[in-house]
């Protein structure tokens, strides 16, 4: 069976480049794919249990819907972007959600997935912001805020993050970063590591041991796919 790996698409409109694509890319899983793994940041704001659902996203969900109706199981790892999604995604799409890292097995092999927001231990400022933002006070205060207010919010989050997305690149080598991630997680046992959120496509192969970075669905239009074949790191034309 085919299992597929994507993250950080950070959609905002519905006529955007990579929103289209991406609905594109998962109405055309083929048959065999029986597993959709969100590495999180798919959305450029998604926080709590919308109700109504964010109408500028009701095309994807729709789009996860379908993929459900298949027989696609959906697993989704909460990003720095999309978070305390547990409600939604686990009622409306059946989704299995993860808060955090995890390891499972997939055919055979130990696999660790993330979204990757925490493989950097240097960047202290962003970690307690994590902190806080994924604690408990801020899932109790969600659902009691003002949609207006939590759009207002999520713009302002929003363009901190792009504000600084160039300065963390310059000040830290991404590269060797996820290397170094890599053989720790090898050392631990893991066979197979994916993550996101350096919107860096990576790939590196050790014997049996293989790591991708996904990079990210703005401008690589990169996904991991696993297959009988192994695990490939390809971009969506």
């Known amino acids: 069976m085919r299992k597929i790996f994507i993250a950080d698409a950070?959609?905002?409109?519905?006529?955007?480049?990579n929103y289209q694509a991406l609905v594109r890319f998962l109405d055309m899983l083929p048959v065999d794919t029986d597993t959709l793994?969100?590495?999180?940041d798919i959305f450029e704001f998604w926080i709590g249990n919308p109700q109504p659902v964010y109408g500028h996203y009701r095309e994807v969900v729709e789009c996860l819907k379908r993929l459900r109706a298949r027989g696609v199981r959906i697993v989704y790892f909460e990003g720095?972007?999309?978070f305390h999604l547990g409600g939604f995604f686990r009622n409306e799409l059946q989704a299995e959600v993860h808060t955090g890292g995890a390891e499972m097995e997939i055919g055979g092999r130990r696999v660790c997935l993330c979204h990757g927001d925490q493989v950097n231990r240097s960047d202290y400022h962003y970690r307690a912001l994590r902190f806080l933002l994924h604690g408990p006070l801020v899932k109790a205060l969600v659902p009691v805020i003002p949609r207006r207010l939590t759009d207002r919010i999520a713009a302002k989050l929003s363009q901190r993050s792009s504000r600084q997305h160039d300065s963390r690149k310059s000040r830290w080598d991404y590269a060797r970063i996820l290397e170094g991630f890599a053989r720790e997680r090898f050392a631990a046992g893991c066979d197979l590591v994916v993550t996101g959120h350096f919107h860096l496509p990576m790939e590196l192969r050790e014997g049996e041991r293989v790591f991708v970075a996904l990079g990210d669905w703005i401008t690589h239009y990169s996904y991991a796919q696993w297959t009988e074949a192994g695990l490939t790191l390809e971009r969506f034309d």
């Open 80 to 82: 720095n972007h999309d």
């Open 10 to 17: 950070h959609l905002r409109n519905p006529q955007d480049k």
């Open 37 to 40: 793994y969100l590495l999180g």
